[in-house]
């Protein structure tokens, strides 16, 4: 897929992240791009910068907030999946942080995609390896 400025808009989940704050940088600037994260792992600093932007929108919330969810992908024209839990090692110990964060969170962005008929979805899930 390939990224354009082309006034589309963008729904960034997992907003608050490094490989996220870079995808903001390339399509902000002649595109409307909402942030969505819970800050549980996110760097605020990493949103500083797009704060004064009138084309940026950030959503603190979970993505097992199924409704709140499904609220912020009405309107957007593209799903950037970009969520997970960045622990790797926390995620063995704890084996619900990854059945939450990872599938439960991907099923629920991909419900919403569907109630809000939402066609273009980029996700990169593959962020753990055990």
Do not use: C, W
């Amino acid at each position: 897929m390939q990224y354009q400025n082309n006034h589309q808009r963008y729904l960034d989940i997992g907003g608050a992240g490094f490989t996220s704050s870079r995808l903001v940088d390339r399509l902000i600037n002649s595109n409307k791009m909402t942030m969505y994260d819970n800050h549980n792992s996110g760097r605020k600093e990493f949103l500083e910068r797009y704060v004064s932007n009138p084309n940026f929108h950030f959503t603190q919330a979970d993505l097992l907030d199924f409704d709140t969810l499904n609220k912020a992908i009405a309107n957007h024209d593209v799903l950037f999946h970009l969520a997970g839990n960045p622990d790797v090692r926390a995620g063995i110990t704890n084996t619900k942080l990854d059945l939450q964060q990872g599938t439960l969170a991907t099923h629920n962005a991909l419900e919403a995609t569907k109630v809000n008929q939402l066609g273009k979805v980029a996700s990169r899930r593959a962020t753990e390896m055990l």
